[in-house]
């Protein structure tokens, strides 16, 4: 069983940065890609970006240049740094993992950018 847990969720004025982390636990598991998706208030989750273990790195064309996943994969860890944060950014950030047959998520932290 993989448990995902995330951190760094928080409010934060336009132009702002925050830093997402979110780690693996559990025994027995080999993580492939990690990434993060977003759930704006009456929007379906959306795709924001993933990184594979080799370091193959996807965003949403609404975030690059702005947001940078990385990744230790010691740690079974992956981050997501934030910057230039804008309004329709906010929404509950929920932190994945691929194991070998099974799609893992986070319970999700709340990320809110508003003046």
């Known amino acids: 069983q993989v448990q995902l847990v995330e951190s760094g969720g928080g409010l934060v004025q336009p132009g702002g940065s925050l830093r997402l982390s979110c780690a693996a636990s559990?025994?027995?598991?080999?993580?492939?890609?990690m990434g993060w998706y977003r759930q704006a208030p009456g929007r379906q989750r959306e795709f924001v970006t993933t990184?594979?273990?080799?370091?193959?790195?996807n965003y949403t064309d609404s975030v690059k240049g702005r947001f940078t996943i990385s990744r230790d994969n010691a740690k079974n860890a992956v981050y997501l740094q934030m910057n230039s944060l804008k309004p329709e950014d906010t929404g509950v950030y929920s932190c994945y993992a691929r194991s070998r047959f099974f799609d893992h998520w986070g319970q999700g932290t709340q990320v809110t950018v508003s003046s």
């Open positions: 559990g025994s027995g598991f080999s993580i492939g890609t």
């Open positions: 990184i594979t273990s080799s370091g193959k790195i």
